[in-house]
Every structure is written in C-alpha cells, then in structure tokens.
C-alpha cells in the first residue's frame, strides 16, 4: 500500500461457531439489553466509518442471519465451521479480496462490548500511519478487533488452525499497537456467566 491513499476499510464479522461451551444454546444469540451478542457486534460495525461488512455465518446460519436482517450488511456461508475460527478468516479474506478493500478489520462475533470509538481509532491509526496491522490494547494487553492491509489477504486466505490470523501479526514487521480505553476489547463470550458478568462490569463504568 506504500505510495498509495488509504481508503477502503471493510469490516468482516466472524460469526460461524458453534458455541460448544454455552450451555443455553447459541452465544451469538443470547441478549444484552434486548439485543442480540452478534447484533450489538453487527451494529457497532455499521455504524462505524466502515465502508462495507460482511458476517461469516455457519452454525445455525438462517437463525443468526435473521437476527441481522435489519442491518445493512453481506454474508458469506462458511461450510467448514465446524474445523476452526481460521476457515471463517479464509471466507472473510476472500470477500475482501473480491470486493477490492484495501483493508478488513476482523470483528469476533461473540465480542458485543467494542465500542464504535475503537473502531474508528483503528480505521484512523491505519488512515495515518503505515502499519500494515493495526491491534489494539487496553492496560497493555491486546485483543480484538485487528485491521489486516490488503497486503496479508493472501496469507489470511490460507491461514490454519484456530490461531486465525495471530501468526501474520506477531510475524509482521509493520503492525502498530493502539493503546484504546476500552474493556471490552477482551470481553468475549464464551459462557453464559460471562456475559453476565461482562454486562455488569460495562454497567459500572
């Protein structure tokens, strides 16, 4: 991307597990105040300066699709979601290639609490810099959502494994970690106590 404007920056909602250790049944579908968990993750992305987003379904694809109906937003059905987080990653990488982005910010599905604000610093510090990766941190840990340059969609569009896209960016020379003021970057829902207890902790700041 050297020498040339940053412009496109779409999103990719990873949204095809099949939340095996929540116990009520689909994470993705559980309620935050009358809002679905990818709901909350969906109209975060949409409302941000992102200028696409695709969600990558799987696992109970029709059901978590119509929880989404009323956003303006793509899917992609990933048949093999069953084998790991990285397949989801291949199917967003390949829409991303196809629709000619010159960036993706890869969003979990089961992570409602990233705040817009987030997104936006991300979409800035790629806008401004020329990291190739943009992760950001809280307290000085990292966590989610990452923006990928056009650069590595061929490494994520054969990536492996649950590890997604972790080893192009501990392997990248050029990423960039954000400091952001934001919990919820490593607030992801696994368990049913967890979303409890996340919704309480957002409650409180």
Do not use: C
């Amino acid at each position: 991307m050297s020498g040339q404007q940053r412009t496109e920056v779409g999103g990719v909602i990873l949204a095809a597990g099949k939340s095996s250790r929540y116990e009520p049944g689909n994470k993705l579908l559980a309620t935050i105040g009358g809002k679905t968990v990818v709901g909350q993750v969906a109209e975060t992305a949409v409302k941000s300066p992102l200028s696409d987003v695709v969600a990558v379904l799987g696992y109970e694809s029709e059901t978590v699709a119509e929880a989404l109906e009323t956003l303006s937003l793509s899917f992609r059905h990933n048949d093999n979601y069953a084998t790991g987080q990285s397949t989801s990653v291949r199917r967003g990488a390949d829409y991303a290639q196809e629709s000619g982005w010159d960036a993706a910010l890869f969003l979990l599905g089961d992570m409602p609490f990233v705040r817009t604000g987030t997104v936006e610093k991300l979409i800035e510090a790629y806008h401004s810099g020329t990291a190739t990766i943009v992760v950001p941190e809280h307290e000085g840990a990292r966590g989610n959502p990452v923006l990928f340059d056009s650069h590595h969609f061929d490494g994520l569009a054969s990536v492996s494994g649950d590890r997604g896209g972790r080893n192009i960016i501990e392997t990248n020379e050029r990423t960039a970690f954000i400091e952001v003021d934001d919990p919820g970057i490593h607030w992801d829902i696994d368990t049913d106590a967890d979303l409890a207890e996340y919704a309480d902790r957002r409650h409180g700041l």
